[in-house]
């Protein structure tokens, strides 16, 4: 029996191949390119949206409003950043997005403010604030600029300053992130809270394929994939609002599902702090196909499990 032998060539290709998945697992993975987005801002309807939850040990209340602030506002509101060219507001304009979540469980209450502000077409992040009241009291401000993002951390000092708003807290800290390779392969980069207005303002069938996005998260930049699942029945009751008029909406709908998956940059690999609304986790977003609104927000609390927050009020413009 006779066996071919291999040329020289392809036993080296080989032997360089195995070391590089063996040793270099990562060596393979290459960043993509996350192209811009273009969005129609007057595809999204609602101007509030009340959400509550409860499970367990938790319960769960979140306020989202939409809000249009003038040019002076936003001049009053952001902060310089010492590196880089801030982001600017656009000819398209800016929009905020303003949540205040609160947490009731057996260990007390703690009170979650995040604050994006955005452009409404490209959902470029401008300025960031996550604020925590009731437990580790803090304020991190966060400046979006060309070349990294600014942040501005403040806490209380003791318990007189603790009741007083965080600007008159005497303990602060500056920090700057600078963007590697993520600027490059990134067209715009958002804050989390902005992704309620971007399913809004997309049609659910846009996610068929995974629609990636580039959020700054905390620290770093990561990748979001949103991506739809199938559908699911879903009971809901919330009072819908419009000018003078409010309806109650008591029905069975079948919802359309959208999956948040974050991962890094650099490795791909997934990235489990990611949070949206003040969940984690396997997070899911359910939304009525009829009004494009989210109904339910789905995920992990700390260490309560998964929290399932439903729509009980949406005022639309």
């Known amino acids: 029996m006779y066996m071919l032998k291999q040329p020289l060539h392809k036993h080296w290709l080989a032997s360089s191949v195995l070391f590089i998945s063996?040793?270099?697992?990562?060596?393979?993975?290459?960043a993509e390119r996350v192209p811009a987005l273009n969005i129609d801002k007057t595809a999204v309807t609602w101007k509030?949206?009340?959400?509550k939850g409860k499970e367990y040990?938790?319960?769960?209340?979140?306020?989202?409003?939409?809000?249009?602030?003038?040019?002076?506002?936003?001049?009053?509101?952001?902060?310089?950043?010492?590196?880089?060219?801030p982001v600017a507001m656009t000819e398209f304009g800016a929009l905020v997005i303003d949540t205040n979540i609160s947490v009731k469980s057996i260990f007390g209450t703690v009170k979650l403010g995040k604050k994006a502000w955005f452009d409404p077409v490209s959902l470029s992040a401008m300025q960031y604030v996550r604020e925590r009241r009731g437990f580790k009291d803090s304020e991190k401000t966060y400046r979006f600029t060309d070349k990294g993002v600014h942040r501005v951390a403040k806490t209380p000092i003791d318990k007189n300053e603790t009741i007083q708003p965080p600007e008159?807290?005497?303990?602060?800290?500056?920090?700057?992130?600078?963007?590697?390779?993520?600027?490059?392969?990134c067209a715009n980069i958002t804050a989390p809270i902005s992704i309620i207005y971007l399913i809004s303002a997309l049609k659910v069938s846009d996610f068929e394929k995974p629609v990636t996005i580039c959020v700054f998260n905390k620290k770093e930049t990561v990748y979001l994939d949103i991506q739809k699942q199938p559908s699911e029945a879903l009971q809901v009751s919330h009072i819908e609002a419009k000018d003078?008029?409010?309806?109650?909406?008591?029905?069975?709908?079948?919802?359309?599902?959208?999956?948040?998956?974050a991962r890094s940059i650099s490795s791909g690999q997934p990235i489990d702090n990611f949070t949206l609304v003040g969940l984690?986790?396997?997070?899911?977003?359910?939304?009525?196909?009829?009004?494009?609104?989210?109904?339910?927000?789905?995920?992990?609390?700390?260490?309560f499990g998964e929290i399932k927050l439903n729509l009980r009020q949406v005022v639309y413009k």
Do not use: C
């Open 280 to 303: 984690q986790g396997n997070l899911r977003i359910y939304i009525d196909r009829e009004s494009q609104t989210p109904v339910q927000l789905r995920g992990d609390y700390k260490s």
């Open 244 to 261: 003078d008029k409010a309806i109650h909406k008591n029905t069975s709908i079948l919802a359309e599902v959208l999956s948040l998956k």
């Open 168 to 185: 008159k807290w005497s303990s602060s800290y500056e920090e700057f992130y600078p963007y590697d390779s993520e600027k490059k392969d």
């Open 57 to 85: 040990f938790a319960k769960l209340v979140a306020e989202i409003e939409l809000i249009s602030p003038s040019k002076s506002e936003l001049d009053v509101a952001f902060i310089p950043s010492p590196k880089g060219a």
């Open 22 to 30: 063996l040793f270099l697992p990562f060596a393979s993975f290459a």
């Open 48 to 51: 509030h949206l009340s959400f």
